[in-house]
């Protein structure tokens, strides 16, 4: 079988970590590739335990590939969130829950995107649809992925068929999902010993909207109060960051998943604008936004017409 990699998205999250691993699992499962699941950041502490309770090995860190390699691309399409050199690879499949930007290929592709809260739940829907079944291992790896984007349903980006795949999954995984939601949250929303620079690239995502380069993190926590402290050093940070990247705004979003609220931090421009498209008063360079809990589904855009003024 002809080999290929399976990638998520730069700065991996959990959906991006697990849905590599079970998509290639998914493409020798079904015949197609002799698949081989990469990633291109650092393993998160949410996906650790994921790692760690499944037994399952992280895959291998991968910075570049040689020109012509094959690739399937899941939980991502944009140019600036794939893998350097990405114009130089053979994209030949994507599965993906995101809008569509900067994206190209040179030839036909196997393109599946879905309006879903998670790529888990596409694959799990691509398992079903060739009428073979996920192994346990597989199965955990697409629950934990589905509660993670989804937080457990409570992210405004879940649809039924996300409910539908986790009920689907979680019984071929055999596990209490309420018990290992809480397990994984908990690890999740740990920002025990993380320094500033830390917990502002953890989950950080690049986006070219309008030509304006935009960059946007998140930090979940189970608390926000407790991270009230730390906003300056988090302020200085971003601010550092965002001068070295050139990017135009650097936006971060402190979400507390319990309270279903989140604060919003921004460096750079659209500061006020944000805040009123969010109908927040602005404090300093940040302001509170109940009900925000997705960037993809909330925040980008609203950043968006922000930034293109409509
Ligand atoms: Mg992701
Ligand atoms: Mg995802
Ligand atoms: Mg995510």
């Given at each position: ?49 994921v790692l760690?309770t499944l037994e399952v ?80 291992t597989?199965?955990g790896l ?169």
């Amino acid at each position: 079988m002809e080999k290929i990699y399976v990638s998520g998205h730069k700065v991996p999250d959990t959906d991006s970590i697990c849905s590599a691993i079970a998509y290639a699992q998914f493409l020798k499962d079904s015949g197609q590739y002799d698949a081989q699941a990469i990633r291109l950041g650092e393993i998160s502490r949410e996906s650790q335990f994921v790692l760690d309770t499944l037994e399952v090995a992280a895959p291998p860190l991968v910075e570049a590939l040689e020109a012509g390699t094959a690739i399937a691309l899941v939980d991502h399409n944009e140019r600036g969130q794939a893998i350097d050199g990405i114009e130089e690879l053979d994209i030949r499949q994507v599965v993906d829950h995101h809008r569509i930007a900067n994206f190209e290929t040179k030839g036909p592709v196997f393109y599946r995107a879905e309006p879903v809260g998670c790529t888990a739940t596409i694959v799990s829907k691509l398992y079903r649809e060739r009428g073979l079944t996920p192994d346990e291992t597989t199965a955990g790896l697409l629950t934990s992925a589905i509660l993670s984007d989804t937080l457990y349903f409570r992210s405004p980006t879940t649809t039924q068929e996300d409910r539908e795949a986790l009920d689907y999954v979680s019984k071929l995984a055999g596990l209490n999902v309420d018990d290992y939601a809480d397990r994984l949250f908990k690890a999740g929303t740990s920002l025990e010993g993380m320094s500033a620079q830390e917990l502002i690239s953890a989950d950080a995502k690049e986006f070219n909207i309008d030509g304006k380069l935009a960059r946007v993190a998140q930090v979940m926590t189970a608390d926000l109060a407790s991270v009230e402290p730390v906003l300056p050093e988090l302020m200085e940070a971003m601010d550092e960051v965002r001068k070295e990247t050139g990017a135009q705004t650097f936006v971060l979003m402190v979400t507390d998943i319990f309270q279903e609220t989140s604060k919003v931090l921004v460096s750079g421009d659209y500061v006020a604008g944000l805040a009123s498209a969010f109908e927040s008063p602005l404090e300093g360079s940040s302001f509170m936004a109940p009900g925000l809990l997705s960037r993809k589904k909330q925040m980008i855009p609203k950043l968006t017409d922000t930034i293109t003024g409509k």
